[in-house]
């Protein structure tokens, strides 16, 4: 067995490559395909994994994951790899992954913009989505990013000036802190990201707009705005290519129970809905959330949060579009973000989630002493070399002597360090792979057949739901009305004198049902077990003919016996 190593991170070569080996060694746990071909000619992958011997994809509930909605969160996309070298690795040796590929399915899509991924590994390059000129064709005036040192990084600029807002720290000079309002008399500088200004003036210094400003994870149907008011959002809802083939392999896929879509940093895992307030949202459905949430806590010590009310700033103008608002919002599917990695939270800053009140700029300066102090301990060097540059004079070519230093933000807060991927993809894959099997399970408790006169028979089937999640997954899905009843077959050689041949069942509680001992949600007024239902026909054949009931719901998969007449 191969063994693949989660020490750097994979340019698109290289996860072709490990894709394409795990289907051909492991046919018959993994299927490869491409969901779309991107405009610089790469494939986005999606892989379809199960024990096909226990039946397809399709016919068994399912877990999605996906990364890299954003092309430079590239730990999202290695740990959504390691979520699938674990599973087809340790299939046959670890019972769970055994149990849950036999019964379920799992969907990844490790890398959604492997354009934009593959300019940010392979250049000093930072971009939100993708390597696509938006919402302009040709650079807008102002300030862009640009490695002007030649080190392979872009860091930061800053310029001494009288007016300057910015001092050396007196602990660390690599540490920039606000000037007070009474100070003077001292060196004072203004500082800027490295770069080059187009269209410069010889005195005005501002930011450009971005030239890639497309966001993928504002791009979806839900909360879609134009760009005057979401920043990103594209031409119209799904106009990316790679958008579009991702909603139309969620919709392909109906037996999807449950997902996560990974994302860097900020070390939690936040849910919907991202539009409104988690108290005017469906109460069931937010006890889910944080149940399923504490068990990701459990396993990552990211906290859980929802993210309108913990993880937005501006609760007017709010972020929209986004992937895990479409998912629950639209198709009734509980989606949480991760959000991978945080440096502040290795570093020991205090109060990083949820938000609260701002900190005072003594407060971020004192935040900042420790995350160069943790990375002077922990992190000596990058491929780029020291992940801290001391500030160091350049001469500009536009602005004269300047001085570049900081961080090499791609690796030390964007994303791991790489010496700390491994142990950061491994735990989101153990909860994954718990969150994995709280899908709906259907079983067939019993099925007898009584003989009730000469050639007539009696037949009850006791049908449960013994998953977590009910089979109707979610209540948003409900309200939605796009909640898939479960089907009831009956399969004889014979007559049939009661009951259909097919039938709808309704839907099945599953044990999220349950708030606590003998409390129930929605279903107080009950007297019969919510788990359960119980099918009766009457059927007229000869002895010894064999009977098949069969009962089956898209996010539940199916469940079959036979009895004997």
Not at 60 to 71: F, L, M, W
Not at 212 to 240: M, T, V
Not at 444 to 466: F, H, M, Q, R
């Amino acid at each position: 067995m191969k063994t693949y190593v989660f020490d750097h991170y994979y340019v698109y070569e290289e996860l072709t490559q490990l894709l394409k080996e795990l289907a051909a060694d492991y046919p018959q746990l993994i299927k490869l395909s491409s969901i779309c071909t991107t405009p610089e000619n790469r494939e986005v992958w999606a892989c379809e994994i199960t024990n096909f011997a226990t039946g397809d994809v399709l016919t068994k509930p399912a877990y999605y994951v996906d990364g890299n909605h954003h092309a430079g969160e590239v730990t999202g996309s290695m740990a959504a790899t390691h979520l699938i070298v674990t599973l087809v690795q340790k299939y046959g040796t670890d019972a769970n992954i055994t149990k849950l590929l036999d019964e379920n399915a799992v969907y990844v899509i490790p890398r959604i913009t492997p354009d934009g991924a593959e300019t940010y590994l392979t250049s000093s390059e930072k971009l939100r989505s993708v390597n696509r000129p938006y919402p302009f064709e040709k650079p807008a005036p102002g300030l862009h990013a640009k490695d002007m040192d030649g080190d392979g990084v872009i860091r930061m600029m800053r310029i001494a000036t009288p007016n300057g807002v910015w001092k050396e720290h007196e602990k660390d000079p690599r540490v920039m802190v606000k000037r007070a309002p009474s100070e003077f008399g001292g060196t004072y500088y203004n500082i800027y990201p490295e770069g080059y200004i187009e269209d410069f003036d010889g005195v005005n210094i501002y930011p450009a707009e971005v030239k890639w400003g497309l966001d993928f994870n504002r791009n979806y149907p839900l909360g879609w705005f134009p760009e005057n008011r979401q920043p990103g959002a594209g031409k119209y809802p799904l106009s990316n290519p790679e958008n579009k083939a991702v909603a139309d392999f969620v919709l392909a896929h109906p037996n999807i129970c449950s997902a996560v879509t990974y994302h860097t940093s900020g070390g939690c895992y936040i849910y919907p809905p991202g539009t409104m307030p988690e108290k005017n949202a469906d109460p069931r459905d937010m006890r889910m959330f944080r149940e399923i949430g504490a068990m990701a806590t459990e396993e990552t010590g990211y906290g859980c949060f929802n993210i309108f009310d913990a993880f937005l700033t501006d609760t007017v103008n709010y972020s929209s579009g986004a992937f895990d608002d479409w998912m629950y919002s639209t198709q009734g599917i509980p989606t949480y973000t991760a959000e991978l990695w945080d440096l502040q939270t290795r570093a020991g800053v205090p109060d990083v989630y949820p938000r609260t009140e701002p900190k005072t700029d003594k407060q971020l300066s004192e935040d900042m002493l420790r995350i160069l102090k943790w990375i002077d301990e922990n992190v000596p060097m990058l491929k780029s070399g020291k992940p801290i540059k001391d500030w160091t004079e350049f001469d500009h070519p536009q602005l004269g002597k300047v001085e570049i230093g900081g961080f090499d933000f791609k690796y030390t807060w964007q994303n791991c360090p790489p010496g700390y991927l491994e142990q950061e993809v491994e735990k989101n894959t153990n909860f994954c792979l718990r969150m994995a099997m709280t899908c709906p399970k259907l079983v067939i408790d019993c099925l007898t057949a009584e003989k009730v006169g000469e050639g007539v028979y009696k037949v009850t089937a006791k049908v449960s739901n013994t998953g977590y999640l009910p089979t109707f997954v979610t209540n948003e899905a409900k309200r939605l009305k796009v909640d898939k009843e479960l089907t009831v077959k009956l399969d004889v050689d014979g007559q049939l004198v009661t009951g259909k041949a097919v039938d709808t069942l309704g839907h099945l509680e599953g044990f999220s049902g349950v708030k606590s001992s003998y409390s129930w949600d929605n279903i107080t007024t009950r007297r019969h077990d919510p788990f359960t239902k119980v099918v009766t026909w009457v059927v007229k054949a000869a002895a010894g003919t064999e009977l098949t009931v069969t009962v089956s719901g898209p996010k539940a998969g199916v469940a079959k016996a036979t009895v004997v007449l």
